[in-house]
């Protein structure tokens, strides 16, 4: 199976801490994108990061990708009450077609 | 700017009943797909269509389930005989000129089986 698992499964932080998630995946990829979910809510891509990038910034998060390791990870930086979401990574499959979630991790920012 | 739309938001139907989900994707998109997601579990993808066929499907896009392009802005999945077990939240996304572009992603459409 080609899918991400995030750990940590939950993280609890204050705000204005930095929060780090990380994605471990299988087999090649072509990309790994991260999304956010709120509760009951749909996905909203965040990031995309290709096979041949390293790291990648978007405002206060910051992505990295280590292909030799298969992973991947995502930081918030000066974390808000508002980022309390779940994220999830997604590597898509050899044809890129279809993209493989993995579990997520549930981050609780503490006002 | 643009994105993905979905209808209805929530759907309560009976066992057995037909039913037809309902997605606009992004208009200069070409890459169309389809994920469920139950409830506390992880996403899972069903099946992405391009140039009006399907390109890939999981396991879980049986018989019961269909995709179709109708009219050159919908994108519909249909499920022919709804089982409890096909109630979850079905997401539409749709990716631009490459299947390897950024997948948008719906608000979600709630199916619930009673």
């Known amino acids: 199976s080609q899918q991400g698992e995030e750990d940590p499964q939950a993280l609890s932080i204050q705000e204005g801490e930095n929060a780090t998630m990380n994605c471990s995946y299988k087999t090649s990829i072509n990309n790994l994108q991260w999304y956010r979910q709120n509760s009951g809510r749909g996905l909203v891509h965040l990031i995309l990061i290709r096979s041949n990038e390293r790291e990648k910034h978007s405002g206060r998060l910051r992505v990295t990708l280590d292909t030799s390791k298969k992973s991947s990870s995502l930081l918030i930086t000066a974390s808000r009450a508002a980022d309390t979401a779940s994220y999830f990574c997604?590597?898509?499959?050899?044809?890129?077609?279809?993209?493989?979630f993995g579990t997520g991790t549930s981050l609780t920012v503490i006002p | 700017e643009p994105e993905v739309t979905q209808t209805p938001s929530h759907q309560v139907t009976q066992m057995g009943q037909e039913v037809i989900l309902r997605c606009v994707p992004i208009?200069?998109?070409?890459?169309f797909y389809w994920y469920r997601q139950i409830l506390g579990q992880k996403v899972e993808f069903l099946v992405s269509f391009y140039n009006n066929e399907i390109s890939e499907k999981s396991e879980i896009f049986d018989d019961q389930f269909s995709v179709e392009r109708p009219d050159g802005s919908n994108f519909t999945l249909k499920i022919r005989s709804t089982k409890l077990e096909d109630s979850a939240m079905y997401f539409c996304a749709s990716s631009g000129r490459r299947s390897t572009d950024t997948q948008y992603f719906g608000p979600g459409t709630r199916l619930t089986v009673l």
């Open positions: 208009s200069n998109h070409l890459y």
């Open positions: 997604a590597t898509d499959s050899n044809t890129g077609n279809q993209f493989y």
